[in-house]
T-cell receptor, first 116, second 115 residues
Framework: EAQVTQNPRYLITVTGKKLTVTCSQN?????MSWYRQDPGLGLRQIYY???????DKGDVPEGYKVSRKEKRNFPLILESPSPNQTSLYFC???????????????FGPGTRLTVL | AQSVTQLDSQVPVFEEAPVELRCNYS??????LFWYVQYPNQGLQLLLK??????LVKGINGFEAEFNKSQTSFHLRKPSVHISDTAEYFC?????????????FGQGTTLQVKP
């Protein structure tokens, strides 16, 4: 089954304790992205990756890191989480975006993070 | 900068009634438009998309949307809703010339279908 998986689905942690949220896709997609969803704000892009070893900042990258060492995986790293990073996080993937097409982004089930 | 506005944060409606969820975007360039649905405790699922061509786009689950360039709108409609349509709906825009794949999302509209 074609899918995007995220782990963990739920996480409660404390300020300053480093954590990683994993994201994996099995569709051989070049493009992957992380979003955070907050009430009244919709989804905002944190980081994206056009391919292996190619990553770039989205709209709200502060406090986050990513890496793309393999095509299928795109982990999100919070080196020193703070309460304002409490949110619902979504990973997404798609075929390589081009100016001529609107390739569908497939979303994972989400990770609900609470930072105390 | 591009922005997407969903004009209603919540839309309550009775089962079998028609519904319209409104979406306006700001952009002076060509865009691709999307509607996603998020069921409780799930990720986002694509309902439909407009890339070019016919301005009336049909999607899954009986939903359709109409692209109106002059009004910069992309409203989502369904003639008769079911309880199972209760979910949050997101309108999103991607700039046509963009190679980054970035989607700009609206704030979301919660559709509450009542029996």
């Amino acid at each position: 089954e074609a899918q995007v998986t995220q782990n963990p689905r739920y996480l409660i942690t404390v300020t300053g304790k480093k954590l990683t949220v994993t994201c994996s896709q099995n569709m051989n997609h070049e493009y992957m992205s992380w979003y955070r969803q907050d009430p009244g704000l919709g989804l905002r892009q944190i980081y994206y990756s056009m391919n292996v070893e190619v990553t770039d900042k989205g709209d709200v990258p502060e406090g986050y890191k990513v890496s793309r060492k393999e095509k299928r995986n795109f982990p999100l790293i919070l080196e020193s989480p703070s309460p304002n990073q409490t949110s619902l996080y979504f990973c997404a993937s798609s075929l390589r975006p081009t100016s001529g097409g609107g390739n569908e982004q497939f979303f994972g089930p989400g990770t609900r993070l609470t930072v105390l | 900068a591009q922005s997407v506005t969903q004009l209603d944060s919540q839309v309550p409606v009775f089962e079998e009634a028609p519904v319209e969820l409104r979406c306006n975007y700001s952009s002076s360039v060509s865009v691709y438009l999307f509607w996603y649905v998020q069921y409780p405790n799930q990720g986002l699922q694509l309902l439909l998309k407009y890339l070019s061509g016919s301005t009336l786009v049909k999607g899954i689950n009986g939903f359709e949307a109409e692209f109106n360039k002059s009004q910069t709108s992309f409203h989502l409609r369904k003639p008769s809703v079911h309880i199972s349509d209760t979910a949050e709906y997101f309108c999103a825009v991607r700039k046509g010339s963009s190679n980054t794949g970035k989607l700009i999302f609206g704030q979301g509209t919660t559709l509450q279908v009542k029996p």
